[in-house]
């Protein structure tokens, strides 16, 4: 009688322990996937710098808002600089669902020609112009294939800024592009006009912009003076030219299935959330550029601001662009004078 009680106790003990670790195996499962009581993680990925704008409006209102408004069924990870790949490879990874989300700049344009059209030369006149366009049909008619040709769903516009000319040497007139290396991003579009401005151009990507200014292999590259100082480039510069040749905005995108996995509610809350991220960045990027020049100033930098018979020389040098591109696309002409005229 002994044995049998001893021998069912022991039984009872085993089962209870096998049951129990059973238990804890599932809810580890459980809270791994991201499905079931366990928050889904979007993983946010770009190339700027921790300080420059694009993250500060990640942290301060897209994490928080997505975070507070999902009540912890969603949760927001930024990869600032490149973490997760420079620009071409985190894109791909929200192709494909590696990563969730994503702001990268135009370099879908390689595949998708209307994604090139804001970044023409000498296109805007300013940020007002810029934000008139984008956030309207207009913005929607560029972005229209992104999802059936790459998978990814666009969420918002944002702005990297208008572009200027950082070099190790004073640019005051068209003649002293000649010869002038210049780093360009590997776009099309970008490499012509370098070269149509007489410059020798060097497709880079953004994370190896310092150490190729650093070492010499280049003497200028093409970005906002927000990006310059966020990164450090004005340590191995000594003059930006003004020249607002282009304006660079980026674009918040997501993953198409990750997007059909959320709920309506999900849906909307990340959406509202790009949006007003989004829009308070470019506000950032607006307020920011005064105090960027004055920062790039006390730091040795010296500015150039380029005379109206400058900019008309810069401007007449990139037409061909124009040309190649009216003769290229029936739309082209079309929605460059419909954004033309969006111009206050």
């Not at 996937?33 to 993250?55: C, D, L, M, T, W």
């Amino acid at each position: 009688m002994k044995r049998r009680a001893i021998l069912f106790l022991f039984f009872t003990v085993l089962l209870l322990l096998l049951s129990g670790c059973g238990s804890s195996e599932t809810t580890k499962s459980t809270a791994g996937n991201g499905r079931s009581g366990g928050a889904k993680v979007i993983k946010v990925a770009n190339y700027f710098a921790e300080n420059h704008p694009q993250n500060v409006a990640l942290r301060e209102k897209f994490k928080k808002i997505v975070e507070e408004k999902s009540r912890g069924s969603l949760k927001v990870e930024i990869y600032p600089n490149s973490a997760l790949g420079a620009e071409q490879e985190f894109y791909n990874g929200v192709r494909n669902g590696t990563i969730e989300m994503g702001i990268p700049g135009l370099i879908m344009q390689n595949d998708i020609a209307k994604m090139g059209v804001p970044e023409w030369p000498f296109l805007f006149k300013d940020f007002e112009h810029v934000k008139n366009v984008l956030n309207g049909p207009i913005g929607e008619e560029i972005t229209a294939e992104l999802e059936t040709k790459h998978g990814v769903v666009p969420l918002a516009w944002s702005a990297n800024g208008f572009r200027m000319f950082s070099s190790n040497r004073t640019i005051d007139s068209i003649k002293d592009f000649k010869g002038l290396r210049l780093r360009m991003p590997n776009i099309p579009n970008y490499i012509t006009i370098g070269k149509l401005l007489g410059a020798n151009v060097t497709p880079l990507p953004i994370s190896e912009v310092f150490t190729a200014l650093e070492q010499k292999v280049v003497d200028g590259q093409d970005n906002p003076i927000a990006t310059l100082r966020a990164s450090g480039w004005y340590e191995v510069q000594t003059d930006v030219l003004e020249s607002k040749h282009m304006f660079s905005p980026n674009v918040y995108v997501v993953n198409k299935k990750f997007w059909d996995s959320l709920t309506d509610e999900q849906r909307k809350i990340i959406q509202e959330a790009a949006k007003e991220a989004a829009d308070y960045e470019f506000e950032l990027m607006e307020k920011s550029y005064e105090e960027d020049k004055k920062f790039l100033q006390e730091h040795g930098i010296k500015f150039t601001t380029p005379d109206d018979k400058f900019v008309k020389q810069m401007e007449e040098a990139v037409q061909p662009l124009y040309d190649e591109l009216f003769k290229k696309y029936d739309w082209a002409e079309d929605l460059y004078k419909r954004i033309k005229a969006e111009a206050k």
